[in-house]
């Protein structure tokens, strides 16, 4: 037998009925603060994450699936969504539409990670981007609407935690004096960290072996006056929004092109892998990667571990209202059709072989956790009606005109409360 591969899995009923209602919520949120869809491709030219995502970055460096492909192009499967969203922003000019350059995504994402639990090699994210806003109600919407999307989806005892790395200018200034104490620490540094101080510093602060000890003793970042007045403007708004959050001046996040407002939201009930989201500001992302102008903050989130932070609810109930049964040869067309007409009244219905004996298509109403049972034997077929047997209720097997049967029906179940 093959199997799949290591990292990648099957997401099976119950789960994939909880991923849809989570996405559900997720939808209905969106809607809410006025964000659309973007369907991006799920493989990019590999240079895209390279110059975005970042080439020191562990997702660029180590994680990403890229290959050559048959003509010889330079592919990767996307281990992110922004850099997708941004190109096609760019590619389709769509800061030029006049739309408010909100955008949110629901995909699949492929990192070749060290599977375990909580992290896979293929997960998947639902991301929101809004481009074209500097103002710290940008910032303060962006976190308040994840914090929103998590109450909504049932997800409760997650922190959310905040920075801001502040613009390009803080960020150098900050580079500089960090580099002069790891240079300095450079014995104390894991060998990955060693490695790329000169390149990128501030990476050291987001490593798991040495971000810890850095947080003690490296020498905190420090914002310019206008920097400073955004995050605190920002911090006021997400008070006004009611958000609670801690602010940890460590937080740097890992990737390259974030600036300003960084965040993570975090659940204790994860074990390891606590993060549930990730984000933040890249007000220069969009100009680098050659297109406007255009500061932007965004964030994704892990459907699979939301998941698994809503694994103990009960599953929806997702049995059919009515099971169809043929229990005479000639029946099967008219219990087919019996079938139809019941979805098409909004029943949902279901059947297993019309060829087996009646006890064993009664067995498997019984399994499928019906609430009635629609049979047409010998003396229906002549007759032009239904035998209606409820499954769930006390009560009699009754007899109804095989037209009739979806109104009877409608009005038995919610006379039960739709059982
Ligand atoms: P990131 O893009 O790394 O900031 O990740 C954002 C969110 O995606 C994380 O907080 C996780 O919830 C989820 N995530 C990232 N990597 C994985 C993975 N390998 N497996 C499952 N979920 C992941």
Redesign the pocket.
């Given at each position: 037998m093959t199997t799949s591969l290591r990292g990648f899995r099957d997401i099976l009923p119950p789960e994939s009925e909880l991923f849809a209602q989570i996405e559900a919520a997720a939808r209905e949120v969106f809607g809410l603060y006025g964000y659309q869809e973007a369907r991006i491709p799920t493989l990019e030219q590999k240079e895209l994450f390279v110059k975005s995502t970042g080439d020191t970055t562990d997702i660029v460096e180590k994680e990403m699936y890229a290959f050559t492909d048959g003509g010889g192009r330079e592919v990767a499967m996307r281990p992110?969504g922004t850099p997708g969203v941004v190109r096609a922003y760019i590619q389709n000019n769509l800061g030029q539409t006049g739309r408010n350059g909100k955008f949110f995504y629901i995909g699949n994402m492929f990192?070749a990670?060290r599977p375990q639990a909580?992290?896979?090699?293929e997960?998947t994210?639902i991301g929101a981007e809004y481009i074209g806003n500097p103002a710290p109600a940008a910032d303060a919407e962006s976190i308040s609407m994840l914090v929103r999307l998590l109450e909504k989806a049932g997800v409760g005892g997650c922190s959310v935690v905040i920075n801001s790395l502040g613009c390009a200018e803080c960020r150098k200034a900050y580079r500089e004096v960090l580099l002069g104490f790891l240079r300095g620490q450079a014995g104390k540094l894991c060998e990955p960290c060693r490695g790329r101080i000169e390149r990128n510093p501030l990476r050291a602060l987001d490593c798991k072996t040495d971000g810890p000890w850095l947080a003690q003793e490296a020498p905190k970042r420090t914002l310019c006056p206008n920097c400073e007045a955004h995050f605190s403007a920002t911090q006021r708004l997400l008070g006004a929004a009611g958000v609670a959050y801690e602010v940890n001046t460590s937080l740097v996040?890992?990737l390259d092109y974030y600036t300003g407002t960084v965040f993570e939201v975090r659940s204790g009930a994860l074990g390891s892998q606590d993060?549930?989201?990730?984000g933040g500001r890249y007000d220069d992302l969009v100009r680098s990667m050659g297109g406007p102008a255009a500061p932007a903050i965004g964030w994704?989130?892990?459907l699979?571990?939301m998941a698994m932070l809503l694994k103990d609810r009960p599953a929806p109930d997702k049995a059919p209202k009515t099971f169809v049964i043929a229990a005479a040869k000639e029946a099967g067309d008219r219990t087919f059709a019996l079938m139809t007409a019941l979805r098409a009244a909004g029943i949902s219905s279901d059947f297993s072989n019309f060829e087996l004996s009646l006890k064993s298509q009664m067995r498997s109403s019984g399994k499928s956790g019906a609430a009635f049972a629609l049979i047409i034997g010998e003396d229906e077929l002549k007759a032009g009606t239904v035998a209606i047997k409820p499954l769930k209720q006390q009560g009699e097997q009754f007899t109804v005109p095989a037209a009739d049967a979806p109104a009877k029906l409608k009005e038995l179940l919610n006379a039960g409360n739709n059982l």
């Open positions: 992110e990192r990670e909580g992290r896979y090699r997960f994210q996040r890992g993060a549930v989201c990730g994704a989130v892990g699979d571990r």
